[in-house]
Every structure is written in structure tokens, then in C-alpha cells.
């Protein structure tokens, strides 16, 4: 099964949530700013790559974990995505998506616009470390519950 | 090597100049084109962003779809090539064609007015005149697009 985490951009909530899902990050105590910040993709996506799934790892299920941005359209993008799997014969309970834009709060937001829309990386990036360590339990959270599905599923 | 496409016909809406475009690609819809075709093509007018519609298959045993993807077709279209390419799946390519310059300007207005029973012959006819009036430009442009598009994807 492909997990999918989504978010705005690729560049932060679904990183951070596909990392802990894959075991970068810690589920059992806050993570510190450079763990956070030498995750793969963390803060780095592009304008013109949001939309690629980027791979982050395998989990303990043997399942293949993305992130994967959609702007302000993700309800429109998962539609998209079943649609698509089902017309390529492939059933919805190949692919699991996750929304994880509900996780952050606004100071993730700030930064992440000050650091990927205005490229004031210096100043936006360390909000958006600072903002999801302070909303970390959240990640935890959606990371727990995607994991019990899973292990029902199994 | 017989190449294998999925062609998508994709617009903001993906319930008109989609539909026209996607049908007479499949040949569906060739010279003489009333109203009551149009409007009783099952897609025309049912607006459902991100549900990719199968329309039918081409001569060459394309596969032709429709899609509403609003303004987030850029990502979308990453994200469905990204997982055609995780998926492994059978087809070559997907191709995705923009119809957007075949949509009226006041679609949404014109689709709104339709919902009002004693206006919605005129939104019809508003709407078939549209049609009967780009007809040749489409037709055009799908042809076009078949000789060269699919070529140049091949």
C-alpha cells in the first residue's frame, strides 16, 4: 500500500508526518531543530514541484510512505487520485491519504510563506521548526491513528 | 510497439469544453451536432471537480478522459504522473490536453442562470452557440493534437 501524506506545499506538516510515520523523527519525545531540519525535503520544495510525490521511506507494514502538496485543492487531488487509481484498475485500498495541513498552526504558516513564497528562508524557516515543535503532539496524533488503520488492515 | 495513452481533456469546470473536446475526439461527435446531443451527453454541465470520467476510446484505442481540476491542474497532474510512475502502471503515457480556452468566459454565471427554470433555455442556447460557434476551432485542434501531440509524446 502507498501512504500518502498531504499538505499546501511538501515542505512541511506532510514531511514532518511521513517522517515520523517512517521513523525520522521521534513518537516518543519533541525533536530537536536539526533533526527536523535535516529531514529530505524539509522547507526545500519549489513552487513547480509541489504536486510530486516525494518518497520518504518504507514503514514497519512494508508499506512506501510520500509526501505529497496540493495547494489549496487537496479534496479536489484525493478525488482526483481514486478516480484515477480506479479507471487504472487499481483499488482505493491501495492508497491511503492523509490530510496534515490541520496539524500546524499559524506560525508554521507564517514561516512557511516567508520562507518558500518570499524566500526570506533565514527568517521563515526557523518559525516553521519552532511552529511544529510546538504542535508536535498533532503530528503524533494523525501519525497514531494512520498506523492503528493500518494495523487493523493488516 | 503498440504504445498505450490515457488522454485526459481537462478545464477549470470539466463539464463542458472537456466534454465536446473528449467526444469528438472519440469520434462521437462529428458534423452535424444538435442541441438535444449536447446537452444529452451525460457529462455536459455535471459538475464534479476531480473525478476523472472515462468518455471512451479513440481509433487508435486510446483511452480519452475528462477532468475539472479548478486552478490546481499543474500539481494534480504532477501528482497523477508521480503515482502513474509508482504504480508501474501497463500505459505508456498519460497526456494531459487543456481545454480552457474553449470555456465561455461566464460559464459560471451561465451555469448558474441554468439552474432557473424559465431561464434555462437560454443559458442552453447561449451555450450551444458557443458550441456551434468553436466548433471548427475544436475539431481543429483535436485533429492537430492527434497528429502531432501524440506523436510528439510517442
Known amino acids: ?25 521521534p513518537n516518543d519525545r519533541i525533536p530537536t531543530f536539526e533533526e527536523i531540519l535535516s529531514l529530505p525535503h524539509y522547507d526545500m520544495t519549489e513552487g513547480n514541484q509541489i504536486g510530486i510525490p516525494f ?19 487537496r479534496n479536489i487531488m484525493m478525488k482526483a487520485v481514486k478516480s484515477f487509481l480506479r479507471e487504472s484498475g487499481i483499488s482505493e485500498e491501495e492508497i491511503m491519504l492523509i490530510d496534515t495541513l490541520p496539524a500546524i498552526g499559524l506560525i508554521t504558516k507564517f514561516g512557511g510563506m516567508t520562507s518558500r513564497k518570499f524566500k526570506m528562508i533565514s527568517i521563515g524557516r526557523p518559525f516553521t521548526v519552532y511552529g511544529i515543535i510546538k504542535k508536535y503532539k498533532n503530528f503524533l496524533d494523525i501519525v497514531s491513528k494512520v498506523k492503528s488503520r493500518l494495523k487493523e488492515l493488516d | 510497439m503498440v504504445i498505450k495513452l490515457k488522454i485526459v481533456y481537462y478545464s477549470y469546470y470539466g463539464c463542458f469544453s472537456s466534454v465536446v473536446t473528449a ?39 486510446h483511452e480519452v478522459y475528462i477532468i475539472g481540476m479548478k486552478n490546481f491542474s499543474d500539481n494534480i497532474k504532477k501528482t497523477l504522473e508521480g503515482l502513474r510512475k509508482i504504480y508501474n502502471l501497463e500505459y505508456d503515457r498519460l497526456i494531459f490536453v487543456d481545454t480552457n480556452m474553449y470555456e465561455p468566459k461566464y460559464f459560471k454565471l451561465i451555469f448558474t442562470i441554468r439552474k432557473i427554470t424559465i431561464l434555462k433555455k437560454i443559458a442552453d442556447k447561449i451555450l450551444y452557440n458557443w458550441v456551434i460557434k468553436h466548433l471548427n476551432e475544436i475539431k481543429n485542434s483535436v485533429e492537430e493534437f492527434k497528429k502531432y501531440g501524440i506523436e510528439e509524446k510517442e
Open chain 1, 55 to 73: 518518497y520518504m521511506g518504507v514503514d514497519e507494514f512494508d508499506n512506501d510512505v510520500y509526501a505529497i502538496g496540493a495547494k489549496s485543492g
Open chain 1, 1 to 25: 500500500m502507498i501512504i500518502a501524506y498531504i499538505c499546501y506545499g511538501s515542505a512541511h506538516s506532510s514531511i514532518v508526518a511521513a517522517a515520523i510515520h517512517v521513523g525520522l523523527l
Open chain 2, 23 to 61: 467526444y469528438i475526439h472519440t469520434g462521437y461527435l462529428k458534423d452535424e451536432i444538435s442541441k438535444d446531443i449536447i446537452f444529452s451527453l451525460p457529462e455536459m454541465l455535471n459538475l464534479d471537480y476531480g473525478e476523472l470520467k472515462y468518455i471512451g476510446l479513440d481509433e487508435n484505442l
